[in-house]
């Protein structure tokens, strides 16, 4: 099984257990409550993801051959998808971020479900990400 299998197994494994998609995005906030906040130094009009509806920061990172994503939003529930998006792609080479399909989230109803204007913002997250992969290969 590839790393990407692997990834999307996991994903599906963790969030397509939720027929309701109330009880998915309770519980992907609830899961992110207590995650480690970014530190003001990377809350930067650089680090702002564009066309998002609230306040989300990407920062992008590279350790050894693997892309390391880490974000925060001041809405919890797109904190709570961005993270996922995050977990998604850290630890993927380049062009495996390339290969992996961001409409992977739509098969456990992570993006199925938003409104058009969250859809957008994770559009521009998983947007970002790809960019910044693409400039590494």
């Known amino acids: ?21 109330q009880e998915l ?4 906030i609830e899961k992110n409550k207590n995650q480690p906040h970014l530190e003001a130094k990377f809350k930067t009009e650089e680090n702002l993801v564009k ?20 974000s925060d939003a001041d809405s919890l529930i797109t904190r709570a998808i961005a993270s996922v998006v995050c ?16 409409s992977v989230l739509a098969h456990v109803n992570i993006s199925t479900h938003l409104s058009p204007n969250r859809r957008n913002g994770l559009s521009q997250l998983c947007k970002r990400i790809r960019e910044f992969a693409e400039t590494k290969i």
């Open 1 to 21: 099984m590839s790393v990407i299998d692997e990834k999307k197994q996991a994903l599906e494994d963790e969030y397509g257990l939720f027929p309701d998609p």
């Open 25 to 28: 995005f309770e519980y992907l």
């Open 51 to 70: 066309g998002c509806v609230s306040s989300l920061w990407l920062v992008c990172g590279y350790d050894g051959n693997k892309c390391v994503f880490k």
């Open 87 to 102: 977990d998604l792609y850290s630890g993927l080479t380049p062009s495996e971020v390339m290969q992996l399909d961001p």
